[in-house]
């Protein structure tokens, strides 16, 4: 069963739109992390922010945001004001004690920004 | 630290060769994990140590993969024989304990793997 859902395979933007990459994900566990990773065309996996099952608290970096509802089991990422640089594909991933914290990841999504 | 380090970057071979690929952890975590990334499958887990002690290879496609952790800085992922199939990106990553302040996964820049 797919644990972390991320239902939009692509998004298309131009330049300085706001977008919002959604991630749901499944846990029975009441200690788990959540993640997201960034794959810009070169294909490193690029860390971006973690987050603990026991911190709700929303979190700003600059352009980016993320929103984190234990209520509907969501952890979406916003990016305000979107880049060409920003184009990448963009990965949500489960840690939990089930799966031994081994990363378990989303299909991705695919941003594309236009100029 | 240099970060997880993979070797190689990039291997060409036929079908039916061994391939062995490399992966250094940063020093310090103990655990490592082995993910191949395939558009068809996405990211999926392979095999992951703790502590150098394989915990669950369940993922590990057939008896043609293997892998080993000599050692706290090292490992190895085998595929003998390979397979056009076997053609993939792969990725080795490691991690400190959950619940440590610097919990995260690091990966390396990953190897592609490509079999003729």
């Known amino acids: 069963a797919q644990k972390v859902t991320q239902a939009q395979t692509e998004i298309s933007v131009v330049e300085k739109e706001d977008v919002t990459l959604d991630c749901v994900y499944e846990t029975r566990d009441t200690t788990y992390y959540l993640f997201w990773y960034k794959q810009p065309p070169s294909g490193e996996l690029v860390f971006l922010i973690r987050r603990n099952s026991f911190d709700e608290q929303n979190e700003i970096s600059g352009r980016y945001s993320w929103n984190f509802q234990k209520s509907t089991s969501s952890f979406n990422f916003t990016i305000t004001a979107s880049q060409v640089v920003d184009s990448a594909v963009y990965f949500c991933a489960l840690s939990e004690g089930d799966s031994g914290y081994a990363l378990n990841f989303g299909k991705g999504t695919s941003l594309l920004v236009t100029p | 630290d240099a970060g997880v380090i993979q070797s190689p970057r990039h291997e060409v071979t036929e079908m039916g060769q061994e391939v062995t690929l490399r992966c250094k952890p940063i020093?310090?975590?103990?655990?490592l994990f082995w993910y191949r990334q395939t558009m068809m499958r996405g990211l999926e887990l392979l095999i992951y140590?703790?502590?150098?002690?394989?915990?669950?290879d369940s993922g590990m496609p057939e008896d043609r993969f293997s892998a080993k952790m000599p050692n706290a800085s090292f490992s190895t992922l085998k595929i003998q024989p390979s397979e056009p199939r076997d053609s993939a990106v792969y990725f080795c990553?490691?991690?400190?304990?959950?619940?440590?302040?610097?919990?995260?996964?690091?990966f390396g820049s990953g190897t592609r793997l490509t079999v003729v």
């Open positions: 020093s310090g975590h103990d655990y």
């Open positions: 140590f703790n502590n150098n002690v394989p915990i669950d």
């Open positions: 990553a490691s991690s400190s304990s959950p619940g440590q302040r610097n919990y995260g996964y690091t």
